[in-house]
């Protein structure tokens, strides 16, 4: 058993494991926050997605002894003091989540990536966001969301849009 | 009386209902549930594709710490068979058992189920399980299996042919006879993986008799009704749960194995019991789709006019039927391959066959899709062949808005349509008439551009229940819904639909609050719950749910909206026919300062003191709606490419669709439903396959070899729409839940194809990857050279 200290959603934990137990694992069973979710085995589908100390990482290829000392930030954490965070306004507005499986994962990518990128391209969010598969919405939505929640958190009034990706 | 309210919230974009819970990880999936003393399975499955089983030895495995118990196929008969709910005539059906006991007829075929402590436990011991496997020789292609001297699957039935399926009119051999013009083409409309992005899971307990199942599954009445007959339970004492469904798309439309087995295991262990498949699991054994090989034949005139259509299918139905395959490539197949066109003459027949492959079942589209590819791929052809501009021939064949209601020449009424306009708009949206000038420039550049469209009629709204019946359909096509007024004013809908993505919860409740006078928020719609709804549900798959679904809301709401109607003219002491239902009031026409509030309605109704003589009291209404026919949304998509000659990459530069579902409820989750319906259609065109070997190991076999499209592989989407309304039901509304993949797959190869028809390339067969474009191409030059 390993013993490690860990923050998540602002609350410290101290935690005795198994050193073979997933960050994925920890999350969901020990500390039952199942709004992280698993969709594969292999790392490609990005529903496990976590900050971790502000960058997102799919929590199922992560130990649980790897965030030790670190900064967790599930999507239980992204609203504060009962305020919903704007990428989560942003999903629900333009309507990019179906059966919400993905869409924890998304909004934490979605989070990363605008953290270190406020006003993103159309092509930057797709690119960003490939790695998390969504099979209801085909992306189109969930761009659109990633945009406006850019518009918002950079405080402009009015949605920067960039030229449509269909005309050439 | 108004017997139809005003439509204020049809057709306005509500926020979803559902999404607050989703959006803060508070959504409980079935993997969420956690009970206390709950134990977990592991299942040992085939690496076999073909295998008689000779012996299983659990020993090592029984004793693994944690470890609960292991059963085999004997001990687990009690669960009975594995349900199949469509027949067709001649169907060489099998018994499926949920653990294999005599022979695993493919590579993923469950042999014994080890129940421990942890999931950890269960997979370490289930790797334990050791069983002494007798290879048998194995069959994967369907065309080869149905030929003589082929492994035999299923030894009683003596051959791997699962059924042989003709639908024929008019005179096929004078539409030949008659023919300026001819086209032949092969399509191999590959095998798909649905990938739900939820994986499936099931938990079950048994307490005080009653057994209760959470289950990620599309049908959760179905799953009640067969657990309740194979387990020996009655029907009232078994309550199935389907909670957040995190997508479906065919592959939970089914009472699978896990279902029947863990069920029965928590009733023998008395504990709750858990199975969560792993996403590489799930490749194994959850259903794949698709999976036709089909000769397409047209036969027309120098000035396009299509004179008949002859179709040979062979269908891989896997290695055992599941719950609604045998209807799949036939009924749902078959009879829409005439599409949006007046064809006088049809021939087609469609023969199934067993492989050692995982079992094909329903996959978005189901059928349609197929269908649909055959013929628009074939109107290209033809387009070509008598060098006819594409769009131009589809016009030309397209059944005319005057004609309908349309009999088809396979024997189905569209009701209505009016497929021109539809096209027009889509050629306008994708600026069709500047597209040489576009491709000209492309070629400049090195690059070769093409535009390909589609136009297709989907048949859903399954189903009216005397036609499922007729065809074999082994249930009812209803829907039901309840709703339950509480004296307070509080109101609840129930629903027979099983919503997983689709949005029910929001769309539902702008139907009831139209009819009632409320607003959506004041609704609540639930759903899943067997012990909740009315007695049957029949659930969401086949685009059916606001066809039949929504209209069975409706229907119940005004039943609600007539009572709380007669309720108020008591109390307000005027005639039914004055009596206005609107913003939460109801009052009389013209006086709505003597209102009398919904909440006050639904009071008066169960203090019951003061109601019209002969009332009886309370505010509730049930409803099952059959719907007359089914329905038949249109439309035609238009996708633009480029193809890079040097790398054999596909850049979707452009990709228009207008579609007419209908009345449209909620133009916000219509949209949604088409972009991820698209994105799937162009993941069959341009990147997903299932590979097996010739030994039916799978090898694409995770999501590392099977691409499921991401954000960068797709463009973003514009849409447009007409009206058109169905008669079918009174609010006019059609399905879209398949449209997009129905339409966007024969695009997108059509579009593919017409980049490199300069080349003198035809045919590149689905999926068209960067390798298999760039080897087209590379052929073509040697060929030119």
């Known amino acids: 058993m390993a013993k490690i200290t860990v923050t998540v959603n602002r609350a410290e934990h101290e935690l005795e494991i198994e050193p073979s137990l997933l960050l994925v694992e920890l999350l969901r069973d020990n500390l039952r926050l199942t709004g992280t979710h698993v969709g594969c085995d292999t790392s490609q589908c990005g529903a496990c997605t976590v900050l971790i100390d502000g960058s997102a990482v799919k929590s199922c290829t992560v130990l649980a002894v790897q965030a030790d000392g670190a900064e967790v930030v599930t999507v239980e954490g992204l609203a504060k003091d009962g305020e919903l965070h704007p990428i989560q306004r942003a999903f629900s507005a333009e309507h990019a989540l179906q059966c919400g499986f993905c869409t924890p994962g998304l909004m934490i990518t979605a989070v990363d990536l605008l953290s270190r990128t406020p006003a993103p391209t159309d092509a ?17 939505n969930i761009v659109n969301a990633v945009r406006t929640a850019a518009t918002e958190m950079r405080g402009a009034t009015t949605p920067m849009r960039t030229p449509a ?4 | 009386m108004s017997a139809t309210a005003p439509t204020t919230y049809i057709g306005t974009r509500t926020p979803r209902k559902e999404d607050p819970k989703l959006i803060q990880g508070r959504g409980t999936f079935t993997d969420d549930v956690t009970l206390p003393a709950m134990v977990y399975v592991s299942l040992v499955r085939s690496p076999h594709a073909h295998a008689r089983i000779r012996r299983i030895d659990a020993a090592a495995a029984r004793k693994e710490p944690g470890v609960v118990t292991v059963v085999t196929g004997k001990d687990a008969e009690a669960t009975g068979v594995l349900p199949v709910f469509i027949s067709v005539p001649g169907l060489n059906g099998t018994k499926h058992m949920p653990l294999a006991t005599d022979k695993a007829r493919y590579a993923g075929d469950a042999i014994a189920a080890v129940v421990a402590d942890t999931r950890q436990a269960a997979k370490r011991a289930a790797d334990l399980v050791t069983v002494d496997y007798e290879p048998l020789p194995v069959i994967v292609d369907a065309t080869k299996a149905l030929e003589p001297g082929a492994p035999i699957l299923h030894e009683d039935l003596g051959t791997n042919l699962v059924f042989t399926y003709p639908v024929k009119g008019g005179d096929i051999d004078k539409a030949f006879r008659d023919a300026e013009a001819t086209v032949k083409l092969r399509i191999v409309n590959q095998r798909l993986i649905p990938n739900a992005m939820e994986p499936r899971s099931v938990v079950a307990k048994f307490e005080a008799g009653e057994l209760t199942v959470w289950s990620s599954t599309q049908i959760p009445h179905f799953v009640q009704l067969i657990l309740s007959v194979n387990l020996g339970l009655s029907q009232n004492k078994v309550r199935v749960i389907a909670p957040e469904v995190g997508g479906g798309f065919g592959s939970k439309l089914q009472v699978y194995a896990e279902e029947l087995l863990v069920a029965h295991l928590a009733k023998t262990l008395g504990r709750p019991v858990k199975w969560t498949e792993d996403r590489r699991e799930g490749y194994l054994a959850t259903i794949h789709g698709r999976d036709l090989v089909e000769d397409v034949e047209l036969a027309a005139k120098r000035d396009g006019t299509v004179l008949g259509v002859r179709i040979r299918t062979v269908a891989n139905m896997g290695a055992y039927l599941q719950a609604f395959a045998p209807g799949i490539p036939t009924i749902l197949h078959a009879f829409i391959i005439p599409g949006a066109y007046r064809i006088p003459a049809f021939d087609c027949e469609v023969r199934g066959a067993y492989t050692n492959t995982t079992p094909v079942d329903a996959y978005r589209g189901a059928g349609r899709p197929e269908a649909t590819f055959a013929i628009e791929r074939g109107m290209d052809r033809l387009a070509d062949e008598i060098g006819m501009d594409p769009a131009e021939l589809r016009r030309k064949n397209f059944v005319p808005s005057d004609a309908f209601p349309f009999t088809t020449i396979s024997g189905i009424t569209y009701d209505s349509g009016d497929y021109a306009p539809a096209l027009d708009r889509a050629l306008e949206m994708a600026d069709y008439k500047g597209f040489e000038k576009r491709r000209a420039e492309a070629k400049a550049r090195g690059k070769y551009r093409g535009i390909g469209l589609s136009s297709y009629v989907e048949i859903c709204g399954l189903a009216p229940s005397k036609a499922n019946s007729a065809l074999g359909v082994g249930w009812g096509g209803y829907e039901s819904a309840r709703i339950r007024v509480h004296p307070t004013g509080a109101v609840q809908v129930f629903t027979g639909t099983s919503p997983h993505g689709q949005g029910h919860e929001t769309s539902w409740a702008q139907i009831a609050a139209d009819a009632i006078g409320v607003t959506p928020n004041d609704i609540e719609v639930r759903h899943g719950d067997t012990f909740e709804s009315p ?64 909440g006050e309605i639904s009071m008066a109704a169960y203090l019951a003191s003061n109601l019209p003589e002969g009332m009886e009291p309370g505010l509730e209404a049930t409803t099952y709606y059959d719907p007359p026919n089914f329905t038949f949304p249109f439309g035609t998509h238009v996708a633009e490419v480029e193809v890079d000659p040097e790398t054999g990459t596909i850049e979707i530069i452009r990709y ?21 319906g698209i994105t799937q259609g162009i993941g069959q065109a341009l990147y997903e396959t299932a590979v097996y070997d010739n030994n039916g190991q799978l090898l694409s076999g995770s999501m590392m070899e099977y691409h499921v499209p991401t954000a960068a592989d797709v463009p973003a989407f514009a849409l447009d729409h007409t009206v058109t309304l169905t008669k079918t039901n009174p609010l006019g509304v059609k399905g879209i839940g398949e449209a997009g993949t129905i339409a966007s797959t024969p695009a997108m190869v059509n579009a593919v194809i017409d980049a490199l028809s300069p080349l003198g390339i035809t045919h590149i067969d689905m999926p068209l990857t960067a390798e298999k474009v760039w080897g087209a191409i590379r052929k073509a030059g040697e060929a030119r050279r």
Do not use: W
């Open chain 1, 165 to 168: 990706e269909v005309k050439r």
């Open chain 2, 656 to 676: 228009s669709a207008c579609d007419d579902c209908g009345r449209q409820i909620n133009p916000m989750i219509v949209e949604g439903q088409l972009h991820g």
């Open chain 2, 535 to 598: 007695g049957m549900g029949v659930g969401t798959f086949g685009s059916r749910s606001l066809a039949v679904g929504g209209i069975a809301v409706h229907n119940a709401a005004q039943k609600i909206r007539e009572k709380v109607i007669q309720i108020g003219a008591h109390l307000l002491e005027a005639s039914p026919a004055d009596v206005v239902v609107e913003g939460g009031k109801v009052f009389v026409k013209g006086v709505p300062e003597k209102a009398k509030a919904f």
């Open chain 1, 124 to 140: 930057e969010i797709r690119h960003a966001i490939k790695g998390n598969l969504c099979r209801c919405t085909g992306y189109h």
